[in-house]
């Protein structure tokens, strides 16, 4: 398993280019005897039919890495320049594979089919998971319940965390081009300013997560980019920002979108500009089944013991497993990964992440373990 991740880390793939990582999935699974579909271009879904019929449970892995230029010293370091993984989906995808050839051996001896699913896309709208279902990822046959797991950088290699219920946000993208007149920075009663009007606005918003949400309600609204082509003495002729809203609510979610629109409109508006809103709907919220969740926890504290499983926090990060989990029963848990190659925790989403590679054996032990066990619920 560690050379399989060592590979998959060398040679990252962007979300929906995931082409030759597919294709070493299905070589893997043509070497265990397990047959396969290829759905959505790069998706692959296979199938361990067991011994004798029962629940179809159905087993997630994403595959696809990030635009980060890795920083790593180490022999699997990237080979792809500007791609690595840095969310750890070379985890995912390994433990699945790991997965895969366990329950392959012990298939005469259970009850029931196990669907594997090696998802494209994860961490780019419109989100893979979203594709694969459209395209029968999740038909012929129909699982009755998926579980799905990710890394954790905050959390040791051998323990898992699982919360029921809400556990991360839904995830909208937001787009403005706040547009004004440019001109020379020295006379700006000639220029309708969009650098003003955006910086306005931008402040302005954070009154729609004070004063307009319910306090009981976790939500985030930040603005990660602000482009304004201007010069020291250059007024420009527009402004583009960027930014997320997340929340835990449908209802409220698409008030908070009217919300966003209305502000920055009238903002501009106001001030003599105008601004053109982009609202680009993502993932909806990860909820995980009470029953589920609870019953794959007792099972995880069965297979590594008491101390070696961990309540979770909700969390304001976004995933695209919330898909499936918004149309069957499914658990999204944590594996713990925090140590990296010199012993340091590394985060999710930054050049130098990495994990210590003892997480593998838990990752792929724990997800057949509970594979079985939902199979003879």
Not at 230 to 242: D, F, K, S, W
């Amino acid at each position: 398993m560690i050379e399989v991740r060592r590979h998959l880390h060398r040679h990252p793939e962007l979300s929906f280019e995931e082409f030759e990582t597919s294709k070493f999935i299905q070589q893997r699974l043509t070497q265990l005897g397990i047959p396969f579909e290829v759905v959505s271009k790069t998706g692959v879904v296979a199938l361990i039919q067991c011994g004798a019929e029962g629940k179809v449970i159905a087993l997630r892995a994403d595959m696809d890495a990030l635009p980060i230029q890795e920083t790593n010293d180490t022999e699997y370091a990237s080979k792809n320049i500007g791609v690595m993984h840095a969310c750890g989906h070379d985890v995912h995808t390994t433990s699945l594979l790991g997965v895969a050839a366990i329950l392959k051996n012990m298939a005469p001896e259970l009850k029931g089919t196990i669907k594997l699913i090696f998802q494209l896309g994860e961490e780019k709208l419109p989100g893979g998971a979203s594709l694969m279902i459209r395209d029968g990822a999740l038909e012929n046959p129909a699982p009755t319940a998926i579980l799905g797991q990710h890394v954790y950088p905050e959390l040791e290699a051998g323990k898992v965390g699982f919360r029921s219920g809400k556990y991360m946000a839904s995830a909208d993208e937001i787009y403005l081009k706040v547009i004004g007149k440019g001109g020379h920075a020295a006379l700006p009663d000639r220029n309708i300013d969009p650098v003003l009007i955006s910086s306005h606005i931008i402040v302005a918003m954070q009154q729609i997560i004070s004063r307009r949400r319910q306090p009981n309600m976790p939500s985030v609204l930040s603005f990660g980019r602000v482009e304004a082509l201007g010069a020291t003495n250059v007024i420009p002729n527009h402004v583009e920002v960027a930014g997320t809203f997340r929340t835990f609510d449908e209802e409220w979610r698409l008030k908070a979108h009217e919300l966003i629109r209305e502000l920055a409109e009238n903002t501009a508006k106001a001030m003599g500009g105008n601004c053109e809103v982009d609202i680009r709907v993502g993932y909806p919220f990860v909820k995980n089944d009470e029953v589920l969740t609870k019953n794959a926890k007792m099972h995880a504290i069965d297979f590594l013991g008491p101390g070696n499983v961990v309540d979770l926090e909700m969390r304001m990060t976004g995933e695209d497993f919330a898909y499936y989990s918004q149309v069957m029963p499914g658990t999204f848990y944590r594996l713990g990964t925090k140590e990296g190659a010199d012993g340091k925790m590394r985060g999710l989403h930054t050049s130098t992440f990495d994990v210590d590679e003892t997480c593998l054996e838990t990752g792929a032990g724990l997800m057949a373990y509970l594979a079985i066990k939902s199979m003879e619920e």
